[in-house]
């Protein structure tokens, strides 16, 4: 199993950002798939979660509005998109993959080396 | 959204000594908790999930306990890998949420 994050960077408060998580080594369209985040030198913050055929997502009351979360499954990946940027946003993005195939739940067996997205004008 | 609580922040503990780890939730989440490991500069690591389950590969020193509002993470016998960050996580509903986090470190 493997999960790679891309799309991190140094991006403008206010604008927008879409990171992706290429997945590998398993059958991608059974998995829900959840990305967490990491501010510097913080704890840990669930973002967002996608069930393994996408018609069922959730988000954290922080990005609510202002994301989105989306997956294609043919392409073995998961995306996030933020808009409206803030400095709060700054962070460490992971993608995790659920340990049951067809569960939503939070028991994350598999994560990416993550991507940072630094939001700064 | 449920509020999870960790105690201690952090500890001082030496190899070998028997430690543990606490989180509350502000509502009762039957047992629907995992707990992570964190070290510096890499992933979190799954150790426990549904209260008490040790994820395949997880030494058999790491175990958890309790069910509704209270959980516990012990490590039997502390080993120099052991010292990392701990992270409780609620399953129970939406949206997901950690605990702040226990830094163990060495005394």
């Known amino acids: 199993v493997q999960l790679v994050e891309s799309g991190g960077g140094v991006v403008q408060p206010g604008r927008s950002l879409r990171l992706s998580c290429a997945a590998s080594?398993?059958?991608?369209?059974?998995?829900?798939m959840h990305w967490v985040r990491q501010a510097p030198g913080k704890g840990l913050e669930w973002v967002a979660v996608i069930s393994y055929d996408g018609n069922t997502k959730h988000y954290a009351d922080s990005v609510k509005g202002r994301s989105t979360i989306s997956r294609d499954n043919p392409k073995n990946t998961v995306y996030l998109q933020i808009n409206s940027l803030r400095a709060e946003d700054t962070a460490v993005y992971y993608c995790?993959?659920?340990?049951?195939?067809?569960?939503?739940?939070?028991?994350?067996?598999?994560w990416g080396q993550g991507t940072l997205v630094s939001v700064s004008s | 959204a449920i509020r999870m609580t960790q105690s201690p922040s952090s500890l001082s503990a030496s190899v070998g000594d028997r430690v543990t780890v606490t989180c509350r939730a502000s509502q009762g989440i039957r047992n629907d908790l995992a707990w992570y490991q964190q070290k510096p500069g890499t992933a979190p690591k799954l150790l426990i999930y549904?209260?008490?389950s040790l994820q395949g590969g997880v030494p058999s020193r790491f175990s958890g306990s309790g069910a509704g509002t209270d959980f516990t993470l012990t490590i039997s016998s502390l080993q120099p890998e052991d010292f990392a960050t701990y992270y409780c996580?609620?399953?129970?509903?939406?949206?997901?949420?950690f605990g702040q986090g226990t830094k163990v470190e060495i005394k």
């Open positions: 996580l609620q399953d129970y509903n939406f949206p997901r949420t």
């Open positions: 995790a993959r659920v340990r049951v195939s067809y569960d939503t739940g939070a028991y994350y067996a598999y």
């Open positions: 080594g398993f059958t991608f369209s059974n998995y829900a």
């Open positions: 549904a209260a008490s």
